[in-house]
């Protein structure tokens, strides 16, 4: 059995030829980097996404602060976090790094925010819109 | 007396203004979202010279007149009038050579003046970037260009300022009939506008709503132009409205600059197969053919990079090609202005005058009571666009909000945006056509959200309410987190 | 009530690249004064909130508030001057003199080098060409970005992206991801316009179909959007018959490329004719003395770690143009060959390492860049257009340099 695997470690996009052994090994071409080979054991045996979007603020200069995982999730798990994500709030002020969930999947990783989100108005927002 | 115009085009909005100098009550009634948005909209926005038009019409009785009341108007309703003249285009051929003349006596015949036949070195000196083809030209100099919606948002004002009444987002569906009178019409809402005198000045809409009176109007048919719109970058090539020689479909396909920079290039001219008169979608073929056809008369002036958008507008025509301006032989206080198709813009103003003083007075024998000396005037309102460095620093300094620029193509601050509202804006099209944000090179790429954020926050209405135009144009269905 | 104003290097823009010059320039030790157009700095970083941004300039996968948040500190600790809101009303680029409005004020500031960091706008929806209805639903891919990431509100409900540029991609997870049914993305050439990783994350991730060699030929709807008609495409991009095929939605993003905003910032300043963007060397200087440019307003880059960087070589050369340090005018041309398409920079200066940053015109699974008059080779494997072939010339193979320089990428 031999499958590509395109690696999304960084820009480049190796192409990444894995080829399963009799043995059970595999080996791995195509990668121009090591981080690849690892790239594409995970991708062959669980799949990991760092997960971005973002999260309610309460009373904060914004509606809301984008959020990231501080490691990368199990790529089958990624809608049921963003159902958890959609159900919380948070409270301005919020600062880059902030812990907003601790180990939102139950392995251990958290959702931290990236950006920063002041108390109160600036002259466009508080607009409200329609639920 | 109270009169109501149906229509809020430039036909209705120009009568109103003339008509708010008598002693009459007026309403104004548009069933669109906002005024000047049907016909008056989507068309080639020239003030034409009128020597095209077959003499003896009433286009071309209309059309002169028009183009020389533009001057007051301009003046006084403050709106953008540039006279840059115009070149009809001929090849050196015996055939182009006669049609050119036979347009000059054309001309000479509808009673215009300034305009003559010229030869290669004048043309390649106004014109450099014309087409090395075209040998000889009829130069008109006093064909203008003005912005159509302007001029009826300008016309309203005046007319709300002295006592109209106007509105919108409401269309007529009947009426009361008494006597061979029109005693009331019924509104879409459900009002009632008990009337005196009705003006039927409803664009694509006359006949209909002419037959829904039992009035007979000639049929219209709808013909639709297509046009491309070009940058800025594009009137570096341009100084004048360019036209080909006239055929039996109109005035051809021309290369216009529009009064805020740009240019326009178009229209075709198609004959719908039917009523289809919110039908204003464009096709491959007709944006396809407006470039080619800008490109023959300046070379390479529609290039890919410089087409900003395309779109199209509906003219009402008839069989007798010519407007259709009558009070009813079967109800006694109906007029109908109608079948304005070019140079319906040009004469408008015109127009407004022939309907009273021919219409009304003359042959109505109405007495709508004594002229006021003067007609309200509409303050221009303020451009940073249009004003120097020191008169803006005086305006930021008492309003911030001059400062605040949210239309970065066109150099439209946020008071301009609020003042547009506070006039009626109700919409991104209506701040878009008051102001001109939205309407540069990035197509509101970059401020459609902000001027959303000012319409939600200056009418009160939640984002998910704010529209492009008409009911349904939302932009926002709902929200990411509630 | 004009008031004065006077710097040493004035920055337009505070995007990545405007934010990375003035911080370059002000670590210079120059006064540094920064006009960005929105309340905040950071440009379309802001609202990028995926990840990716980083690897290069940082060594660090950051997302885009991430990025620009760095900058913005490390600007706050260097004293940078920023004047948000602003707006530049005129620029007379000979005498490094801009007038500008804001809601603080009407300025005109006297610069004595001036870094344009304009960056880039989104082909309109207009500039298609698409024939049919003009209804609401239609939205730039980066308006859409900002609605859903900022502004807290949604499109619609279905939508279909025209174009696969990355932020097309990203939205089409973005989109998906909050709920929105994204039926695919539209793509006219034969290959995706974005990143491979975003391919593969953004639409095979969550089974988004991409359409290539497809584009839509026909909109219809009379309020909102209510369908678009999709069609297979030749080599020509002319629609082929009997492909076509109606898509129900409400919304469409288009991410149909990014056009350099140089309008209106100097006609003197010349443009390169493929990038579309100013013609700038490796210092980032533009054909006018003490005028430098860098990010999307001179080529559209595909990495910000390369935007940023170009702004902070910009920010290195205005600030010694302040200083009055010595250095040269020299500006040899370097010329496109075979292959080569969007490319940067248009001229080398020989005191500056050469950074050289180039799309392919077509997909190749191998080849080398050529660099016949500096004898250099670098060959390279998998090279497609939408990734940018990046590499440095050290300036000690440029002092012997009089000639124009051919760049060519031979199979």
Not at chain 3, 297 to 307: K, Q
Request: with cysteine.
């Amino acid at each position: 059995m031999k499958g590509h695997i395109t690696c999304t470690v960084c820009p480049v996009g190796c192409k990444i030829l894995v080829v399963s052994k009799p043995n059970g090994e595999y080996e791995i071409s195509g990668n121009r980097c090591p981080r690849g080979k690892q790239y594409a054991i995970d991708e062959l045996f669980s799949p990991k996404r760092i997960l971005t979007t973002s999260v309610k603020v309460l009373h904060g200069d914004v509606p809301l602060v984008s959020v990231r995982t501080d490691a990368p999730i199990e790529k089958s798990r990624i809608f049921e976090l963003m159902e958890k994500i959609k159900s919380i709030s948070v409270e301005a002020p919020v600062n880059v790094g902030d812990v907003l969930v601790r180990n939102i999947d139950g392995m251990g990783t958290s959702l931290v925010a990236t950006r920063k989100v002041e108390k109160n108005g600036s002259p466009l927002e508080n607009c409200q819109i329609s639920g | 007396m109270k009169i109501t115009i149906i229509g809020g085009g430039i036909v209705g909005a120009l009568l109103a203004y003339e008509l708010s100098r008598y002693a009459v009550d007026l309403v104004v009634i548009e069933k669109k979202h906002d005024f000047g948005l049907g016909v008056t909209k989507a068309n080639s926005a020239i003030v034409h010279g009128g020597y095209d038009d077959p003499p003896g019409s009433l286009r071309a009785e209309l059309c002169y007149k028009g183009n020389q009341l533009y001057e007051k108007l301009a003046e006084s309703l403050g709106i953008p009038l540039k006279r840059i003249g115009s070149f009809v285009v001929a090849r050196d051929t015996p055939e182009e050579m006669e049609k050119l003349s036979e347009l000059l006596k054309r001309g000479e015949k509808n009673g215009v003046d300034g305009i003559e036949i010229v030869e290669k070195p004048f043309l390649e000196k106004h014109e450099p970037h014309l087409s090395k083809e075209y040998k000889y030209a009829l130069h008109c100099t006093h064909t203008g260009i003005t912005e159509p919606w302007t001029v009826a948002l300008a016309a309203l004002e005046a007319a709300e300022k002295a006592g109209a009444e106007l509105l919108r987002g409401d269309g007529v569906i009947g009426g009361e009939v008494s006597k061979g009178n029109v005693r009331s019409l019924e509104l879409e809402s459900g009002r009632i506008i008990e009337t005196d005198l009705v003006i039927n000045a409803a664009g694509l809409y006359y006949h209909e709503v002419a037959n829904s009176f039992g009035v007979s109007t000639p049929q219209v048919y709808l013909r639709k132009g297509q046009y491309v719109l070009l940058d800025h970058k594009a009137s570096t090539m341009v100084n004048s409205v360019i036209f080909p020689l006239p055929s039996e479909k109109g005035k051809g396909k021309l290369v216009v600059p529009t009064v805020d920079g740009g240019v326009v290039l178009g229209p075709t001219s198609e004959n719908m197969p039917d009523f289809t008169p919110e039908d204003v979608s464009t096709t491959l073929e007709g944006i396809k053919e407006v470039i080619e056809a800008g490109n023959e008369l300046i070379p390479n002036i529609a290039r890919p990079n410089w087409i900003v958008k395309s779109f199209a507008g509906l003219r009402p025509e008839t069989q007798e090609k010519d407007f259709f301006i009558e009070n009813s032989n079967t109800l006694k206080n109906f007029v109908t202005v109608g079948a304005i198709r070019s140079p319906g813009l040009t004469a408008a103003p015109a127009i407004a005058r022939y309907v009273i003083e021919e219409i009304l007075e003359q042959r109505m024998s109405l007495d709508l009571g004594r002229q006021k000396a003067d007609q309200v005037r509409t303050l221009k309102s303020f451009r940073v666009n249009e004003s120097d460095l020191k008169e803006i620093a005086a305006r930021v300094k008492d309003d911030e909000k001059y400062g605040r620029i949210i239309c970065q193509c066109n150099q439209v601050s946020e008071a301009e945006i609020i003042e547009a509202i506070r006039k009626g804006a109700r919409s991104i099209d209506g701040i878009k056509f008051r102001t001109r944000a939205g309407f540069g090179r990035c197509q509101g790429g970059f401020c459609t959200w902000k001027i959303a954020k000012i319409l939600s926050r200056e009418l009160n209405i939640p984002l998910s309410e704010v529209r492009v135009n008409e009911e349904g144009t939302v932009l926002f269905d709902g929200k990411v987190r509630v | 009530m004009i008031q004065q104003l006077k710097t040493g290097v004035l920055v337009i823009g505070g995007g990545a690249a405007g934010m990375a010059a003035a911080l370059s320039a002000s670590r210079a030790g120059v006064e540094v004064t920064l006009l960005e157009r929105e309340e905040k700095t950071g440009g379309v970083l802001n609202q990028c909130i995926h990840h990716g941004f980083g690897l290069q300039f940082y060594r660090q996968e950051l997302t885009g508030p991430e990025f620009a948040y760095r900058l913005q500190n490390e600007m706050a600790q260097h004293s940078v001057k920023i004047i948000s809101e602003s707006y530049v009303r005129h620029i007379d680029t000979k005498n490094k003199y801009v007038e500008v409005i804001s809601p603080e004020g009407v300025f005109t500031i006297q610069a004595k080098a001036i870094v344009l960091a304009t960056g880039a706008r989104e082909r309109p929806f207009g500039a298609l060409q698409i024939p049919g209805d003009r209804p609401a639903g239609i939205y730039v891919a980066g308006l859409a970005q900002r609605m859903v990431n900022l502004e807290n509100t949604l499109p619609g409900k279905r939508a279909l992206i025209l174009g696969s540029g990355d932020i097309g991609l990203i939205m089409a997870r973005r989109l998906t991801l909050e709920g929105m049914e994204v039926l695919g993305v539209v793509e006219r050439l034969p290959y995706a316009g974005g990143l491979t990783r975003n391919v593969v994350q953004c639409l095979e991730d969550y089974d988004i179909p991409l359409y290539l060699s497809h584009t839509v030929v026909e909109v219809r709807g009379r309020r909102r959007l209510e369908r678009v008609l999709v069609s297979e495409v030749d080599d020509n991009f002319k629609p082929i018959n009997g492909t076509q095929k109606w898509f129900d939605i409400d919304t469409l993003v288009l991410s149909a490329g990014l056009i350099p905003q140089v309008e209106d910032l100097g006609e003197n300043l010349e443009i390169d004719a493929i990038n579309k963007g100013f013609a700038v060397s490796n210092t980032c200087e533009t054909s006018v003395t003490g005028i430098f440019a860098a990010g999307n307003n001179v080529a559209v880059f595909d990495l910000v770690d390369y935007v940023a960087a170009e702004g902070w070589i910009a920010g290195q050369n205005a600030a010694q143009t302040v200083q009055d340090k010595k250095r040269t005018s020299k500006r040899i041309p370097l010329i496109r060959g075979k292959n080569v398409g969007i490319l940067v920079p248009s001229y080398i200066t020989p005191e500056e390492h050469l950074r050289v940053y180039l799309r392919l015109r077509k997909p190749m699974d191998k080849g080398t860049v050529v660099l016949k008059e500096l004898n250099i080779e670098k060959p390279f494997q998998y090279g497609v257009p939408s990734e940018m072939i990046n590499f440095v010339v050290n300036r000690d193979k440029l002092q012997e340099l009089k000639k124009p320089v051919r760049i060519e990428v031979v199979e």
